[in-house]
């Protein structure tokens, strides 16, 4: 079942990636991973309050996922803003020559 989900996943990422361009899903790969890892970091440091009463655990799981997915958003932003700043660094650079293609019927 785990080589499904992730041939799953493998093929949902290259088809993103031809829909969108490496750039645009790179920054939704990172929009949707850092949330995940810091809501399972999170749920693993806050496992002995959580193994010591379910219910707690349970009842705690949606709040706190929420708060960190809202918490993480700033962090999440910061990274497309570089992204985005670097692709743009590189669209401006001064070894990039634009060209005009002029057919030779028009000349």
Known sequence: MTYFLLYFSGIALIWWVYRVGWIEALKTILSVLI???????????AGRLIFKNPAVGIISVLPTAFII????????FGINNWIDRKRNEFVTSQDV???????????
């Open 69 to 76: 997915y809202r918490g993480s958003k700033p962090i999440v």
């Open 35 to 45: 949330p995940s890892i810091l809501i399972i970091l999170f749920n693993v440091k």
């Open 97 to 107: 020559v634009d060209a005009e293609v002029i057919s030779k019927e028009e000349a």
